[in-house]
C-alpha cells in the first residue's frame, strides 16, 4: 500500500471494555513495530515483530495489553479491561528489513471514559 | 535504560529565522539516529544518521551526528510557517536479549513559525 494505515482513527472506549486497534503495514514491510505516544510526550515502544514472530515485547505496560500478526502482515493490538491509564494515542510502524527506517501510521486515540 | 533528551523544548521564531534543535542520547547497542516530524498525524521521516560528521541535507533542512559526544542537531534556514509542528528525536538501537530493535524518541521540540 502507499503506507500504513490504522483503524480506527479515534476509539471511546469505557473503563474495562476491551478494545483492538488494527494496523496495515506497508506491503512487504517486514518489521511491524508498536508506540504508545501519551499526550505531550514522545512515543514509547511497545513491541515489535519480525515477519509473524513477535521477537520483542518487552514494552507492553501490563498483561492486558497483546499484540499478534499471525501471518506476517496485518497487526492487531489487544488491550483488556481498560483503564484510564491507557487512553493514549497508539502508533504503529513498519519498515522494510531489520534495522531500517521506520514509517508510521496515523495512530489511534484511545479515550478510557 | 536508553535515553535521549531534546531542546529546546518549545521555540518560537519568525517567518525566514534559522533555528537549531538539539538532541542528546545514551543508548547502549546504538544503530542510528532518526528525525522525524510530526504535524496532527503521523510522524513523517525526516533524516536517518548512522556516521559522525556527514551532514545530510533536504532543502533547507540539515542535520548531523557526533557518535563522540553522543548529539545530533537538525537546522532548519529560512524557516515558514509550514514548519511549524514537533521536530522528534529518535535513536536506535537493539536489544540485548533478542534479535530485534526499537526506537527511544525524546519529548520532541514543539517549534512554532509565526509569519
Known amino acids: 500500500g502507499a503506507g500504513v494505515s490504522q483503524s480506527p482513527r479515534y476509539k471511546v472506549a469505557k473503563r474495562g471494555q476491551d478494545v483492538a486497534l488494527r494496523c496495515d503495514p506497508i506491503?512487504?514491510?517486514?518489521?511491524l513495530f508498536w508506540y504508545q505516544q501519551a499526550l505531550g510526550q514522545g512515543p514509547e515502544f511497545l513491541t515489535y515483530?519480525?515477519?509473524?514472530?513477535?521477537?520483542?515485547k518487552s514494552g507492553l505496560p501490563s498483561d492486558r495489553f497483546f499484540a499478534e500478526r499471525p501471518e506476517g502482515s496485518v497487526s492487531t493490538l489487544k488491550i483488556q479491561r481498560t483503564q484510564q491509564e491507557d487512553s493514549a494515542v497508539y502508533l504503529c510502524?513498519?519498515?522494510?528489513?531489520?534495522?531500517?527506517?521506520?514509517?508510521f501510521g496515523p495512530g489511534t486515540r484511545l479515550t478510557v471514559t | 535504560e536508553d535515553k535521549v533528551v531534546q531542546s529546546p523544548l518549545s521555540l518560537v521564531v519568525h517567518e525566514g529565522d534559522t533555528v537549531t534543535l538539539n538532541c542528546s542520547y545514551e543508548?547502549?547497542?546504538?544503530?542510528?539516529l532518526l528525525w522525524y516530524k510530526q504535524e496532527k498525524k503521523a510522524p513523517t521521516f525526516l533524516f536517518m544518521l548512522?556516521?559522525?560528521?556527514i551532514e545530510k541535507k533536504s532543502g533547507r533542512l540539515s542535520s548531523i551526528l557526533d557518535k563522540k559526544e553522543l548529539f545530533s542537531i537538525l537546522n532548519i534556514t529560512a524557516t515558514q510557517t509550514g514548519d511549524s509542528a514537533i521536530y522528534l528525536c529518535?535513536?536506535?538501537?537493539?536489544?540485548?536479549?533478542?534479535?530485534?530493535?526499537?526506537?527511544?524518541f525524546g519529548e520532541g521540540t514543539q517549534l512554532t513559525v509565526n509569519p
Open positions: 515483530f519480525q515477519n509473524e514472530a513477535q521477537l520483542d
Open positions: 529518535a535513536v536506535e538501537s537493539t536489544g540485548e536479549e533478542t534479535s530485534g530493535s526499537r526506537l527511544t
Open positions: 543508548v547502549t547497542n546504538f544503530r542510528s
Open positions: 510502524a513498519s519498515s522494510l528489513a531489520w534495522g531500517g527506517v521506520q514509517y
Open positions: 506491503s512487504g514491510h517486514v518489521s
Open positions: 548512522t556516521s559522525s560528521g
